[in-house]
């Protein structure tokens, strides 16, 4: 049996918001495997438990360019390690020319980039002389690139979540898809476009739901796919109820306005990437043993 520490249960409460014994019993039951954990949790809590998930953690600032026309375009991100410096005018500069860049020169990757033409170098010389001016470490995290034939629409709240989106239609239908992408997160247009691998999982997660309900095998069968379509609506653009008017779907607001969504891409400044947690008392405990 692994033994299960306080900084376990911290990492899976910061993950869930669950209470800090159910994390305690989870992360017991489950062997001190975090990942199934929060499974167990999910299972017993239902979504209250993955809230937290994707919790942002690290500073920066995502940057967009549309090309005269709105046929080309650039999503990119780039971190540091404090959100002072996000507000850097040099900072913000060095955004927004990655962004034109990226739009224009078209570059197959973040190292490709990494050494294309800018300023009085490349753009890597100048992301390390940046470093050097500022004193924190920034990092050029990832980036797409759009073109179509069809028109681009753009949205950026705050700085932290970008979107870019390709579609058809009138330009006010591509301005709405933008905000409603930025304030709902969707994962893809469709069910079709939603990762396998996290459709098995939700419906793991809902059998062993349905299955402490000890109702019949054939109710139980009902109750997951029921689940597994709930989610799936949730989570999919055009199933989702718009934000201007939640009394319609997305896919409802498109036909009303002749539109078509073709892609999207959604950026959340330091999604996915944990942030490291300093405890300063720690530090001086470890200091004053070591003395």
């Given at each position: 049996?692994?033994q299960?520490?306080?900084s376990?249960?911290?990492?899976?409460?910061?993950r869930?918001?669950?209470?800090?014994?159910?994390?305690?019993?989870?992360l017991t039951?489950?062997?001190?495997?975090l990942?199934?954990?929060?499974?167990l949790?999910?299972?017993k809590?239902g979504n209250?438990?993955?809230?937290a998930?994707?919790?942002?953690?690290?500073?920066?600032?995502?940057?967009l360019?549309?090309?005269?026309?709105?046929k080309?375009?650039?999503?990119?991100?780039?971190?540091?390690?404090?959100?002072?410096?996000?507000?850097?005018?040099d900072f913000?500069?060095?955004?927004n020319?990655?962004?034109?860049?990226i739009?224009?020169?078209?570059p197959?990757?973040?190292?490709a980039l990494g050494a294309?033409?800018?300023?009085?170098?490349?753009v890597?010389?100048t992301?390390?002389?940046?470093?050097?001016?500022?004193?924190?470490?920034?990092?050029?995290r990832r980036?797409?690139?759009?073109?179509t034939?069809?028109?681009?629409?753009s949205?950026?709240h705050?700085?932290?979540?970008?979107?870019?989106?390709?579609?058809?239609?009138?330009?006010?239908?591509?301005?709405d898809l933008?905000?409603?992408?930025?304030?709902?997160?969707?994962?893809?247009?469709?069910?079709?476009?939603?990762?396998?691998?996290?459709?098995?999982?939700e419906?793991?997660i809902?059998e062993?739901?349905a299955?402490?309900?000890?109702?019949?095998?054939?109710?139980v069968?009902?109750?997951?796919?029921?689940?597994v379509?709930?989610?799936?609506?949730?989570?999919?653009?055009?199933?989702?109820p718009?934000?201007?008017?939640?009394?319609?779907?997305?896919?409802?607001m498109?036909k009303?306005?002749?539109?078509?969504?073709?892609?999207?891409a959604l950026?959340?400044v330091g999604?996915?990437?944990?942030?490291?947690?300093e405890?300063?008392?720690?530090?001086?405990?470890?200091?004053a043993?070591?003395?």
């Amino acid at each position: 049996m692994a033994q299960v520490t306080a900084s376990m249960v911290k990492e899976l409460r910061e993950r869930t918001d669950a209470p800090m014994m159910e994390c305690k019993k989870a992360l017991t039951e489950a062997d001190g495997d975090l990942e199934r954990a929060q499974e167990l949790l999910r299972v017993k809590l239902g979504n209250k438990a993955s809230k937290a998930a994707g919790r942002v953690t690290a500073e920066g600032l995502v940057g967009l360019y549309i090309s005269p026309g709105a046929k080309t375009g650039a999503l990119v991100e780039i971190n540091c390690e404090t959100d002072f410096v996000a507000k850097n005018d040099d900072f913000v500069a060095f955004l927004n020319g990655l962004a034109r860049l990226i739009t224009e020169k078209q570059p197959a990757d973040v190292t490709a980039l990494g050494a294309l033409p800018f300023g009085d170098g490349t753009v890597e010389s100048t992301r390390a002389a940046l470093v050097g001016k500022i004193g924190e470490n920034i990092s050029v995290r990832r980036f797409v690139r759009m073109e179509t034939a069809n028109q681009l629409a753009s949205y950026v709240h705050g700085g932290r979540i970008g979107v870019l989106v390709e579609f058809s239609g009138p330009e006010e239908a591509g301005k709405d898809l933008a905000m409603h992408i930025a304030a709902t997160r969707p994962r893809a247009i469709d069910a079709a476009g939603v990762d396998p691998a996290v459709i098995a999982a939700e419906r793991s997660i809902a059998e062993q739901k349905a299955a402490e309900s000890g109702k019949p095998a054939d109710i139980v069968t009902k109750m997951v796919e029921g689940s597994v379509h709930k989610f799936l609506k949730e989570v999919t653009l055009l199933s989702q109820p718009f934000v201007k008017n939640d009394k319609q779907t997305v896919q409802q607001m498109l036909k009303e306005k002749g539109a078509a969504v073709q892609h999207f891409a959604l950026f959340v400044v330091g999604e996915g990437i944990e942030k490291k947690s300093e405890d300063f008392a720690a530090e001086v405990a470890a200091a004053a043993g070591n003395a």
